[in-house]
């Protein structure tokens, strides 16, 4: 029924191996639902693609900087003073528009029931 659906805010994590060459792939995704009390992220790094673009990064890197985004996520005292923001701080300061090699989406609303399996879904529409 629609009245159990709370809103989400997600965006797509893009991997940008030569920031130069403008080209991406993507590599996870970051939801957060207020209503739900969720800020949860997934990713998975395709060493094939990687390596398709370039064969001059670590992939070993590139996951523990993910890893940092879910320490973020989780509050874990690890994820820093960002960490420690409100969950809506924390997804925001995540999903801004960086020029680094990992960069996100805009973001994208959606309605859901569980916040983690639309998480699941999304990841599995647009990164496997």
Not at 57 to 63: A, G
Not at 76 to 86: M, R, S, T, V
Not at 108 to 127: E, R, S
Request: with cysteine; proline share 2%; hydrophobic share 40%.
């Amino acid at each position: 029924m629609m009245q159990d659906k709370v809103t989400f805010e997600y965006a797509i994590i893009r991997l940008v191996p030569k920031v130069e060459r403008e080209e991406f792939f993507n590599v996870g995704v970051i939801l957060f639902s207020k209503r739900k009390k969720f800020l949860g992220i997934k990713y998975n790094i395709d060493s094939i693609k990687l390596n398709a673009f370039t064969n001059e990064l670590d992939i070993t890197h590139l996951n523990e900087y993910l890893n940092a985004w879910k320490l973020i996520c989780e509050g874990h005292p690890n994820g820093g003073a960002i960490g420690q923001f409100e969950l809506s701080d924390r997804f925001r300061w995540l999903a801004a528009s960086k020029s680094t090699m990992i960069q996100c989406s805009k973001t994208h609303p959606g309605l859901c029931d569980d916040a983690q399996k639309a998480l699941d879904t999304i990841f599995k529409n647009y990164v496997l």
